[in-house]
């Protein structure tokens, strides 16, 4: 098998998966204090989704962790497999939530002026919110690319 930026068990692949689970975390946070996010039920699947995406990407790098210490090598077509699985699973509950989400935003920031009627929607925290939601499915997108590729070499 091939040596990529961000297979498993490297310390790219860590650092990519860190990436993943600190802007989910951040996106969880201003979501979850932003006043008014539970009237709207894209936002509430925004934080399922990113509590999804922050157990997947802080096990797998729990898992780069222990290989790197061990030396151990992942990279085995079974595992690889279960990481792509796992890997487009989340991505696409990420960025069906990360887009919805965005969607409501647009529509109470711009199409119906909600935020100017009603000061007491956090609209920036929102908009906050769903650009580190697609900041997180940046990385995972790059990670599921580099498992379904060492996946598909091996």
Known sequence: MKEL?????????LVLRMGQCLFAVASIAV??????????TAFCYLIASMGLQVLWSFSLACLDIHALRLKKDLRNYV????LVIGDW????????A???SAGVV?????DTSM????????CHTFQISVALAFLSWFF???SSFIMFWLAASG
């Open 5 to 13: 930026f961000g297979g498993p068990g490297k310390v790219s692949g």
């Open 140 to 142: 995972l997108a790059i």
């Open 79 to 82: 595992f690889l497999s279960l």
């Open 98 to 100: 990360a887009c919805s």
């Open 115 to 122: 935020c100017k009627s009603n000061p007491t929607l956090s």
């Open 31 to 40: 979501m979850a204090s932003s006043h008014g996010f539970a009237t709207c």
């Open 106 to 110: 647009v529509l109470i920031v711009k």
């Open 89 to 96: 699973v989340t991505g696409i509950l990420s960025l069906a």
